[in-house]
């Protein structure tokens, strides 16, 4: 009687009940827009007109000097602020971005070559599994480049458009 190898992972991989739905498609497969970035000296108006011109509901953050990412805006939420008076269109990005925090804090690695699993996982339980997260940044595996953004959005309509 032979003994059996050990399963790689993505023979586990295979089996989980999300394999059906993606079949070895990665964050690629996605085709996710390249990210459109502001500054956060940019003006919150020039922010949101440059979002609704590509019609995207997340924008990063970066640096003007570095180009590192330092957060985000949520384009729903932006329009909630604007709304409630808290901050104006003339105001900058600074005031009503969501800051990434550095210190402490692990963060996901979400490259072109992530399975969309896993990228489900990550929109089901964020980073440590307590929060659910609306987008994921998508990054070279160095995490020096932003290439694009992908939302819970995309791999739905990935899924909704995939032959069964």
Not at 47 to 56: C, K, S
């Amino acid at each position: 009687m032979t003994s059996l190898p050990p399963q790689s992972s993505s023979a586990v991989r295979s089996r989980s009940p999300w394999a059906q739905k993606y079949r070895g498609a990665t964050v690629e497969d996605l085709d996710p827009p390249p990210a459109l970035s502001s500054h956060p000296s940019d003006s919150i108006s020039n922010a949101l007109l440059r979002a609704y011109e590509r019609d995207y509901t997340h924008l990063t953050v970066v640096s003007r000097d570095t180009r590192a990412l330092l957060g985000y805006l949520n384009i729903p939420r932006l329009k909630q602020l604007l709304q409630d008076g808290s901050v104006a269109e003339s105001d900058t990005v600074e005031r009503a971005m969501l800051r990434f925090r550095r210190r402490g804090s692990v963060y996901k690695v979400i490259t072109m070559d992530t399975p969309l699993e896993e990228l489900e996982a990550f929109f089901n339980g964020g980073v440590d599994g307590t929060a659910p997260q609306d987008f994921a940044v998508v990054t070279d595996a160095s995490r020096r480049f932003v290439l694009g953004v992908a939302t819970k959005a995309d791999l739905e309509e990935f899924v909704r458009r995939r032959p069964a």
